[in-house]
């Protein structure tokens, strides 16, 4: 598997958004508010084009397979409470 903005993580975002231009937004995950595709982008609550968000992180086994559109500010504001619940998490014993 090769680093999530690869050239298979571009064409599969391209593939998303060609199903949001053909069957219209789908909701998002995280808030449950339409997902619209790129060049419908004003019509999402930020205004940003999508990103393709993990239910669950590939560092804790989740996969760019189970990726699917989530408005960019909600699928952010998880990583960066993700990013806050590891930190908060004892350090390793081991050195």
């Given at each position: 598997m090769g680093?999530?903005?690869d050239w298979a993580w571009?064409?599969?975002?391209?593939?998303?958004?060609?199903?949001l231009v053909a069957n219209?937004?789908?909701p998002c995950r995280?808030?449950?508010?339409?997902?619209h595709c790129d060049r419908?982008?004003?019509?999402?609550?930020d205004r940003m084009r999508f990103d393709l968000?993990?239910?669950v992180d590939v560092q804790n086994?989740?996969?760019?397979?189970?990726a699917e559109p989530e408005h960019a500010s909600?699928?952010?504001?998880?990583?960066?409470?993700?990013?806050?619940e590891r930190a908060r998490e004892p350090a390793s014993e081991e050195w």
């Amino acid at each position: 598997m090769g680093g999530v903005y690869d050239w298979a993580w571009q064409q599969r975002r391209a593939q998303w958004d060609a199903r949001l231009v053909a069957n219209g937004p789908r909701p998002c995950r995280r808030c449950g508010l339409p997902v619209h595709c790129d060049r419908m982008r004003h019509l999402n609550p930020d205004r940003m084009r999508f990103d393709l968000g993990h239910q669950v992180d590939v560092q804790n086994g989740g996969s760019n397979d189970e990726a699917e559109p989530e408005h960019a500010s909600c699928n952010r504001s998880a990583g960066k409470l993700a990013q806050l619940e590891r930190a908060r998490e004892p350090a390793s014993e081991e050195w």
